[in-house]
């Protein structure tokens, strides 16, 4: 099936206005938050103080305490794409409640692979966008599904890997087309903390950052996951056979 970009945009505009969009986006404020106030709080202990002008947001506590909470938020970050997958990949109906199954099941081993997942093919897109632009752009477009072909359908690292491939097959186009908006939309985002810093508010724009890449990456997670739902309807195959609560999941509109 060809992917419709239109219908994955506008049924992932309605998946994040609901009461999971609402959740899963204000766990990832909190956790872009406290990756970027511990993570300068690092930094901070770590330059001369003359130069302490340039750190935004700071957690008021120690250094050692800072890396232990900076390494459990990057920790944490497999843990919430396990929960997003799971969360958005339900019937559109289903988005008004957030049951505890989304993180209690198989929660361990989920996160270990999303963890590993995440690695592999973050070394792999970086090293296409190193060698040539393009190379990077379509190991991205193939790998965009793993998330889902972890958290949804319990995969296995090579497994996971070899499943996004396989859905993103005749679509990496305009897989293509949602990377390449995302990070053009990101790095324009990502162009405020600098501003505001020039203008001597560091933190405030640290703040805005956290705020602004919120908004985008829920938007671009939702509109994920109606891809993901949407390809994997038509191949037949939609996440774990005994996963009946994702089963059914499809809600989107054809358009």
Not at 12 to 22: A, D, K, N, V, Y
Not at 93 to 113: C, I, K
Not at 172 to 197: D, E, F, K
Not at 212 to 222: R, S, T
Request: hydrophobic share 55%.
């Amino acid at each position: 099936m060809t992917l419709r970009l239109t219908t994955a945009i506008t049924d992932g505009s309605r998946r994040i206005l609901t009461r999971t969009g609402g959740v899963l986006f204000a766990l990832m404020l909190a956790h872009q938050a406290l990756l970027v106030a511990s993570l300068n709080t690092v930094l901070a202990a770590r330059i001369p103080p003359e130069a302490a002008d340039v750190i935004g947001l700071t957690l008021p506590v120690s250094e050692p305490v800072a890396g232990v909470l900076l390494i459990g938020a990057l920790l944490f970050s497999a843990v919430y794409f396990v929960v997003l997958s799971r969360a958005f990949a339900r019937p559109i109906g289903q988005l008004s409640s957030f049951p505890s199954e989304l993180y209690t099941r198989r929660l361990g081993r989920a996160t270990l692979t999303m963890l590993v997942v995440g690695v592999v093919v973050s070394l792999a897109v970086t090293i296409g966008f190193f060698l040539f632009f393009l190379p990077g752009l379509f190991l991205a477009a193939c790998f965009l599904f793993v998330i889902f072909s972890v958290g949804v359908e319990d995969r296995g690292v090579v497994e996971a890997l070899k499943r996004s491939w396989s859905l993103s097959r005749g679509n990496r186009l305009r897989l293509g087309v949602i990377v390449l908006v995302t990070g053009l939309v990101g790095s324009l985002v990502g162009a405020l903390p600098a501003v505001l810093q020039m203008a001597g508010r560091p933190a405030l724009g640290d703040l805005v950052s956290v705020l602004f890449n919120g908004v985008v990456f829920i938007f671009v997670y939702g509109v994920m996951a109606s891809a993901y739902l949407q390809v994997a309807e038509s191949a037949g195959s939609l996440g774990d056979p005994g996963a009946s609560a994702t089963a059914n999941a499809g809600g989107a509109p054809e358009l």
